[in-house]
């Protein structure tokens, strides 16, 4: 029983502090029949899968998590659960039926008084909102995760918060306030042991310094994210510091880097499951293809980017597209 509790400690640890492949490691020595007699640990073993790109071994679990909670009338780990099959749905690009989970799962939390999971949804709906051009709503919801994680001592999560502010502020082109969000961003995460996400705060910090001209810091930092990935073991956030590179050395002019690393990025994210990165690294591509006067080619990857950018019913972004290669 106390090595039980230990493991289950030393998970909770390891998962609130980014370890996910730790966690992995941690957990799949234990007999299948203790996992999913343990909703707790099938949730976080379900989560850390998931988060490491294996979508079907992380619904798998998260699922048992969700059926065992219930069963057990355990509302904390059902309304968690709720919101990691939302994130699970979002990252393969079923927003609908994200936005559905993550739905249930706010309104399960608010009722129990969960303000960290308040935090989580609200923030994963901020994400949807982004992602459908709402940015007014985007802030309100970025806003409203930001006190819930005030109000639960969540860092992470705050520093979560801002780094998604700071994307919808350069949605809207304004830059120097995104840059004050990210500068928020990475300190909430300095402050935490999250050593993935002070990388994750730092790539979101470089990717406004490139739109804002500040290349060289940009490289640095980009660059530092990309090596804590590395130790990580993380190939998923990865292949999010790569394309953020990419985009340094386009502004470098290092244009055959650029192209080579890009055509990695899609196929490490079409490998990945990852529909969003796929558009985002198809899009890059274009812009850099058509800078080169390679308009055929350029038109090819705008129409790929444009194809799951409407799958994920990312509006604000088919309309660029639309603007520049129709």
């Known amino acids: 029983m106390l090595r039980a509790l230990e493991e289950l400690t030393e998970a909770r640890r390891l998962a609130d502090t980014g370890h996910h492949a730790a966690v992995v490691d941690l957990l799949e020595g234990r007999p299948p029949a203790e996992l999913r007699g343990s909703p707790t640990l099938a949730l976080l073993y379900g989560t850390a899968q998931a ?3 294996r979508e079907q071994e992380g619904t798998q679990w998260v699922g ?3 059926d065992r909670s219930r069963e057990r009338g355990d509302r904390s780990v059902e309304s968690r659960a709720l919101n990691a099959r939302g994130a699970i749905a979002l990252v393969a690009g079923r ?3 994200a936005a559905q989970y993550f739905t249930q799962a706010l309104a399960a939390a608010r009722r129990d008084g969960d303000h960290a999971t308040v935090g989580r949804c609200s923030n994963n709906l901020g994400i949807i909102h982004n992602l459908r051009g709402q940015y007014a709503q985007a802030i309100g919801s970025y806003t409203m995760a930001i006190a819930a994680f005030q109000q639960a001592g969540l860092r992470n999560g705050i520093a979560w918060a801002h780094h998604n502010l700071a994307i919808t502020y350069s949605e809207q082109r304004d830059f120097q306030r995104a840059l004050e ?3 928020r961003a990475v300190a909430e995460a300095r402050a935490t042991d999250d050593r993935s996400l002070m990388a994750l705060t730092l790539r979101g910090r470089a990717e406004v310094r490139i739109l804002l001209r500040d290349i060289e810091i940009a490289a640095r930092e980009v660059q ?4 804590t990935h590395r130790e990580m073991g993380d190939v998923v956030e990865e292949a999010q510091d790569l394309r953020i590179l990419a985009a340094v050395q386009t502004a470098r002019g290092e244009n055959v880097e650029a192209e080579r690393l890009l055509h990695n ?4 994210a079409e490998a990945q499951g990852r529909p969003q990165l796929v558009a985002e690294a198809s899009r890059d591509l274009a812009h850099l293809l058509l800078a080169a006067d390679r308009t055929s080619e350029a038109h090819d990857a705008a129409r790929a980017a444009r194809s799951f950018f409407d799958q994920l019913g990312a509006v604000a972004e088919i309309r660029k597209i639309d603007k520049v290669f129709v």
């Not at 530092?224 to 090596?227: C, K, P, T």
């Not at 990025?265 to 490490?268: A, G």
């Open 51 to 53: 988060r490491l790109g």
């Open 64 to 66: 048992i998590a969700l």
């Open 95 to 97: 927003i609908d039926e």
């Open 181 to 183: 969000e990210t500068d």
């Open 224 to 227: 530092l994210a990309l090596q």
């Open 265 to 268: 990025v899609i196929d490490s």
